[in-house]
C-alpha cells in the first residue's frame, strides 16, 4: 500500500519541479497548428481582386446552412473578380457554422480559406452574422480594392483558372 | 391501334406500338439512354451522338422470310460493326439492344469527352449548373479527366444577346439544334438556324427584330448545356437553392401550368421573391411550355407600386377603419354597382356576387369583350382535350390572333393543324397563325363585317361541307376590331354554328373565349354581367366598388364633376386607386391560394408561392371581412370552403372538390430531375391538372335567340378606320413593371399600309396625332402590309383608348404644333 502511495507522490513531485503548461490568455497567445479552422477569410489575389466568383458552391457544401451568398455580373467598369461573376452578398452565420472546413474543400478558386482567428464573440444574434466586408482580406501592397475598372478585352475567362486542389 | 413490336433492352422485354423510337422504348421501360439532340417533342436529328447503344437484329432467311435459328434454337443476331444512335432507330421485333455493355459505354464516354473539347467547364457561374443534362451526363458517362487544356480549346463569345431576353454563349454551345427545331417544327418559325460550318458552327438568330417569337424562354428550358439562359435569371441563384410552388399563370386565359421558383433575397431586403417562372408539365393545357408573357411578366406581383396598406381619403387607416367607411359608403348609396375583373379568382368573384346580391346591386364583369354566357353554355365540357384533335376534326378561329392573345392556344391549334385537323380561319388581315400553320380555308372579311362571318361560312360551300362533317368542331372568337356588344353577337352567332352542325354539347366540341383575363370565364360562369364602357355608371352611381380594375389608368373614364363614393379594391397603386374614397389593398394571387377557370371552362389551383405584401389580404377575406360590416355572413378563411360552396351552388361546377382538383395523371414524356436530359426543366405536375366544368347544356339545349346584327363602321374611300387589335405584350400596368419586357412593349403606336400612310402624308416611324369622336392620342407610325388599306391597327392597353372601330384623322405631332 505505501509503495502505491509513494508512486502517486512521485508524480506528484515530478509535476512540482515542471513548468505549468498555464499560459496567461489572453496578454499570452499560443500558436494554432497549420492545419487549424478558425474564422474564414476571403482571399484576393495580388492585384487586389478578389477570388470568391459567387457561386455559391460552399453554401452548397455547408452542413450548417451557415452561408448565403448572391451574385451578380461583373464588367470593366466596376469589376471585383476575373470572371463574369462575383458575389454581391456574402454572409457567414458563425453561430450556425461548425468549422468543419467543407467551404474550403469546395471552392473552385480558393476564395475561401478557414483562417487562425478563433476569437469569435457576440452579444447578438445579428454580430454573429459576418458580412463580405468583415470576411474580406485588406487589400496586398500594390493592389487595387474592388471595384476596379479595367481594361476591356483582359478578363475575358467566364472563371479563373482552376487549380486541382492539392493538400 | 398500330401493331405491337417486342423487344430486348439490358435483358427487359419491352412491348411498344410500331415505329416508337428505341430511346422512347427504353424510356418505358424505365433505362435511361443519355441524350442530348433528343427531345420527345422533336423530330429526332442524331446531331450529338451521345445515344449510341449496341443493336442486335434478329437474321432474317430471305427465302422463307423466317428468323434464323441458331443451334439453341434461339433466333440468330446480327450486329453492326459500330454503334447505332437509339434516337433515330425505330424498334423492330426480335430486336436485342445493349446499352451498358462495355462497348457501349466507351462510345458513350468518347461522346461525352467529345463533346467537352470545346467546352469552358464554367459549371460554377454556369446559370444551368445544378440542373445541366450535359454536367449530369459527364459525370455519369464521362472520362474524370479532361485531356484537354483550357487554352487549346476554341474560345467563342460567351455573352451573344438573342433578342433582349435570351442570351447565348457560344463557347457552351454543343449544337444539338434543340433551340432551331423548336423554333421550325413547333412554333413554325425559323428565326434561328445554323451559320458557318464545322468547327466554326454556331447559332445564329435571321430575324428582325432577334429571336423574334413569342416562345423564346421554352428554348432555355430545353437546352441540354448552360449556352441559352434567359436574361431575366442572369445570375439570379443556384438552382438548388430555389423553392418551388405551383401556380397557374395569370397573363391569359389559357390557364398554363407553371411552378414559381423562389428564394430569399438580400437584394430586396431580405424578402422571399420569386426568381424565375418554369413551365410545369400539363398535356392537356400546355404540354411542357410557356410564352414569354407568362415567363417574364411576373414582376408586378413583386413592384414598388404595391399597396401595403388600407387607405381612406389618401392616408393608412386600419383594416377596421377602412370597411367601416366602405360599408358607410354603400349603406348610404341608393343606387350602387360592383365591377370586378377577370384577374380574381373563382373564390372572390362567388364572395363579391353574394355580396352584390346582398345589397341588390349589379355585379359587372369589366370585359373588353363579350359573349362569355354562351361559352357557359356551349363551351367544352368534362373530359375535352385540345390535344385529341387531329384529322377529321376541325378548328375555327374566328376574329382572333392567337398568336399574340393566346400564344399557348396558337401553338395547340398548330399542333392539331399538323396531325391533320382542318383549320379554318377567319380574319382581317393575315395573322401569325394564317402564316406558320397549316390550315385549310381562309376567310377573308373587311372590318366592319363581323356581323356577317358566320353567315358567310355558310355560304362557302366547302367550309360548310367540314364544319358539317367534322368530327369534332372548336371554335375560337376574339373581338378583333370589336366593342363588347358586337362581340356578343359573334359568340351568339358561333353558338348558333355549333348547334347548327350538330356539335353541341359533346365532348372536344364547343365554343373558347378568348379572354384577356385568367378567370373571366369563372365570372361567368358566376352570373356576372359583362360591361365595358364605365361612364355612365361613374355619371349615375351613387357608390362603386371595383375589384381588381383600373378604368382611369386605361383611359375609359374621364373625370368630371360629379364623382361616385368610389371603394376600390387592388394590388398595386393604379390611376383608380388615386381617385378613390376607400382603398382595399389585396395580396396578389402569389400569395395565396384560390381556383381559376380557364377560356376552355378549366378548372385549376394555384397554391401560395410568397408571403403576402405588407398588411394585404386575399380579396375573399376583405369582402367578406365588408359583407360582415353589412349583415351577410361569409366564409373569410378558406378558399377551400368556399369552393365547396359553389360546387353546391352552380349546376356547372357541380361533383368538383377541392382537394380533387389536385390530381394528376400519368403523363408522356415522363419529366423531373432525373429527366432533365431527356425532356428538358419543364417541371413535373405533382399539383394537380385541373377538370373542365360540366356542359350546363347537357341533355337541354337552350335555344338560340335570332343573332343579333350590330351596326359597325366600314373603311370608307378617303377616311380612316382605327381598329382596336390585341398584342401580347402591352403597356398594361401588370405588364409595365417587369423592366426587361420594355423593348418589347414599344411606344404606343398605330401600324398603316404604306398606300394609307403615304396618302396620310406620314412615314414609317413619325409621331402623328390621332383624333377620333371626342378623343385623341399621339403615336408613332409603323407601316405593315398586312394592314387592310384605310385601316389604322392601335393596340389595346398602350395608352390610346380605344374599345371599338372608330373613324379618325391623322396629322403629324410636329405639325400640330
Known amino acids: 500500500m505505501l509503495k502505491e502511495i509513494g508512486r502517486g507522490l512521485m508524480t506528484t513531485f515530478k509535476m512540482m519541479l515542471e513548468r505549468p503548461v498555464t499560459i496567461q490568455y489572453p496578454e499570452q497567445k499560443r500558436p494554432v497548428r497549420t492545419r487549424y479552422r478558425g474564422r474564414h477569410i476571403l482571399r484576393r489575389y495580388e492585384n487586389g481582386l478578389e477570388r470568391c466568383i459567387g457561386c455559391a458552391l460552399c453554401a452548397a457544401a455547408c452542413p450548417a446552412d451557415a452561408i448565403f451568398v448572391e451574385a451578380a455580373e461583373n464588367t470593366d467598369e466596376e469589376r471585383y473578380s476575373p470572371g463574369e461573376r462575383y458575389a454581391s452578398t456574402y454572409e457567414i452565420n458563425m453561430l450556425r457554422c461548425i468549422f468543419c472546413g467543407f467551404c474550403e474543400d469546395a471552392c473552385p478558386t480558393e476564395a475561401i480559406v478557414l483562417g487562425d482567428n478563433y476569437e469569435l464573440s457576440f452579444t447578438d444574434r445579428a454580430q454573429a452574422i459576418y458580412t463580405k466586408e468583415m470576411l474580406l482580406e485588406p487589400v496586398p501592397p500594390g493592389g487595387q480594392p474592388t471595384p476596379q475598372k479595367t481594361p476591356p478585352g483582359v478578363y475575358t475567362r467566364a472563371v479563373p483558372e482552376m487549380e486541382d486542389p492539392k493538400d | 391501334m398500330s401493331k405491337m413490336v417486342t423487344l430486348t433492352i439490358d435483358g427487359i422485354k419491352v412491348t411498344v406500338p410500331e415505329g416508337t423510337l428505341l430511346v422512347d422504348a427504353a424510356r418505358q ?30 437474321m432474317i432467311d430471305r427465302n422463307t422470310g423466317q428468323p434464323i435459328l441458331d443451334e439453341n434454337g434461339q433466333p440468330k443476331l446480327q450486329f453492326l460493326g459500330k454503334l447505332e444512335t437509339a434516337c433515330t432507330n425505330t424498334v423492330s421485333e426480335g430486336m436485342v439492344v445493349f446499352t451498358q455493355s462495355e462497348k457501349a459505354r466507351q462510345g458513350q464516354k468518347a461522346t461525352v469527352e467529345f463533346l467537352l473539347t470545346s467546352h469552358p467547364l464554367d459549371c460554377p457561374i454556369c446559370d444551368k449548373g445544378g440542373e445541366c443534362p450535359l454536367q449530369d451526363l459527364t459525370m455519369a458517362y464521362g472520362p474524370a479527366q479532361s485531356r484537354f487544356e483550357y487554352e487549346d480549346k476554341i474560345h467563342l463569345a460567351k455573352h451573344v444577346p438573342l433578342g433582349d431576353l435570351i442570351y447565348l454563349d457560344r463557347e457552351r454551345c454543343i449544337l444539338c439544334s434543340r433551340c432551331i427545331r423548336f423554333q421550325a417544327e413547333l412554333v413554325g418559325e425559323a428565326v434561328l438556324t445554323f451559320d458557318e460550318r464545322g468547327r466554326s458552327s454556331q447559332i445564329v438568330t435571321v430575324s428582325d427584330p432577334p429571336f423574334d417569337s413569342v416562345f423564346s424562354g421554352n428554348t432555355t428550358d430545353i437546352c441540354p448545356v448552360g449556352a441559352l439562359t434567359t436574361a431575366d ?21 389559357v390557364g398554363c401550368n407553371i411552378v414559381y421558383n423562389t428564394r430569399r433575397e438580400a437584394r430586396s431586403d431580405g424578402r422571399i421573391v420569386i426568381k424565375r417562372v418554369l413551365p410545369r408539365q400539363n398535356e392537356e393545357v400546355n404540354d411542357l411550355w410557356i410564352c414569354d408573357k407568362g415567363r417574364f411578366g411576373y414582376h408586378y406581383t413583386e413592384s414598388r407600386a404595391r399597396l401595403t396598406a388600407p387607405r381612406a381619403e389618401g392616408r393608412p387607416v386600419s383594416w377596421e377603419q377602412a370597411l367601416q367607411k366602405a360599408a358607410e359608403g354603400l349603406r348610404s348609396a341608393s343606387q350602387k354597382a360592383l365591377i370586378a375583373s377577370g384577374r380574381l379568382s373563382n373564390e372572390d368573384l362567388y364572395t363579391l356576387k353574394r355580396l352584390a346580391d346582398h345589397l341588390q346591386m349589379p355585379a359587372y364583369l369589366y370585359t373588353p369583350i363579350g359573349g362569355g354566357e354562351w361559352v357557359r353554355r356551349y363551351g367544352l365540357s368534362t373530359g375535352s382535350d385540345l390535344s385529341a384533335l387531329g384529322k377529321g376534326d376541325a378548328i375555327l378561329v374566328v376574329a382572333s390572333d392567337l398568336y399574340e392573345e393566346a400564344p399557348l392556344w396558337y401553338l395547340r391549334v398548330r ?45 362557302e360551300a366547302k367550309i360548310a361541307q367540314t364544319l358539317h362533317e367534322a368530327r369534332n368542331l372548336v371554335i375560337f372568337f376574339g373581338n378583333e376590331g370589336m366593342g363588347l356588344e358586337q362581340s356578343e353577337s359573334l359568340a351568339a352567332a358561333c353558338a348558333d354554328l355549333l348547334v347548327e352542325t350538330g356539335h353541341a354539347g359533346r365532348i372536344h366540341n364547343g365554343l373558347i373565349g378568348v379572354w384577356p383575363h385568367p378567370n373571366a370565364q369563372g365570372a361567368w360562369e358566376l352570373g356576372f354581367q359583362p360591361i365595358f364602357d364605365l361612364q355612365p355608371l361613374f355619371e349615375t352611381m351613387d357608390a362603386l366598388y371595383l375589384v381588381a380594375l383600373d378604368p382611369f389608368g386605361d383611359g375609359w373614364v374621364r373625370q368630371n364633376g360629379r364623382k361616385p363614393f368610389l371603394i376600390v379594391q387592388d394590388i398595386l397603386e393604379t390611376a383608380t386607386v388615386r381617385q378613390a374614397d376607400v382603398v382595399l389593398a389585396a395580396c396578389a394571387y402569389t400569395e395565396r391560394e384560390g381556383t381559376f377557370t380557364s377560356g376552355e371552362r378549366r378548372v385549376q389551383r394555384y397554391y401560395p408561392a410568397v408571403p403576402r405584401y405588407g398588411d394585404s ?44 382538383l389536385a390530381e394528376t395523371r400519368p403523363q408522356w414524356p415522363p419529366t423531373g430531375r432525373a429527366d432533365y436530359p431527356f425532356s428538358g426543366t419543364a417541371q413535373p405536375n405533382t399539383q394537380g391538372m385541373g377538370k373542365i366544368l360540366s356542359a350546363v347544356a347537357e341533355g337541354t339545349m337552350t335555344p338560340l335567340p335570332p343573332t343579333m346584327q350590330k351596326e359597325s363602321l366600314r373603311p370608307e374611300e378617303g377616311t380612316l378606320l382605327l381598329v382596336p387589335i390585341h398584342r401580347l405584350f402591352d403597356a398594361g400596368s401588370l405588364l409595365t413593371p417587369s423592366a426587361l419586357l420594355h423593348g418589347r412593349i414599344g411606344a404606343p403606336h398605330i401600324i398603316l399600309h404604306p398606300k394609307t400612310a403615304q396618302e396620310a402624308g406620314v412615314t414609317a416611324g413619325e409621331k402623328v396625332l390621332i383624333e377620333w369622336e371626342d378623343r385623341q392620342a399621339e403615336a408613332l407610325v409603323k407601316v405593315e402590309e398586312h394592314v387592310p388599306v384605310g385601316v389604322g391597327l392601335v393596340p389595346r392597353s398602350m395608352g390610346i383608348p380605344l374599345s371599338r372601330a372608330a373613324r379618325a384623322r391623322l396629322h403629324l405631332a410636329e405639325r400640330v404644333r
Open chain 2, 415 to 459: 399542333q392539331a393543324a399538323e396531325r391533320g385537323a382542318a383549320l379554318i380561319i377567319a380574319h382581317p388581315r393575315t395573322t401569325r397563325l394564317e402564316r406558320q400553320a397549316p390550315h385549310q380555308y381562309v376567310l377573308r372579311y373587311a372590318y366592319g363585317d363581323e356581323g356577317e362571318i358566320i353567315e358567310r361560312l355558310r355560304r
Open chain 2, 29 to 58: 421501360a424505365g433505362i435511361h439512354i443519355p441524350v442530348f439532340c433528343y427531345h420527345p417533342k422533336l423530330e429526332p436529328a442524331g446531331m450529338c451522338r451521345m445515344c449510341l447503344v449496341e443493336i442486335g437484329r434478329p
Open chain 2, 617 to 660: 389580404r386575399p380579396d375573399f377575406a376583405i369582402t367578406a371581412a365588408l359583407g360582415a360590416k353589412l349583415g351577410l355572413n361569409l366564409e373569410a378563411q378558406s378558399a377551400a370552403r368556399l369552393f365547396q360552396e359553389i360546387a353546391g351552388a352552380f349546376p356547372a361546377f357541380k361533383g368538383l372538390d377541392y382537394a380533387r
Open chain 2, 233 to 253: 435569371f442572369r445570375f439570379g441563384a443556384r438552382p438548388w437553392e430555389l423553392k418551388a410552388a405551383a401556380s397557374i399563370c395569370s397573363q391569359c386565359a
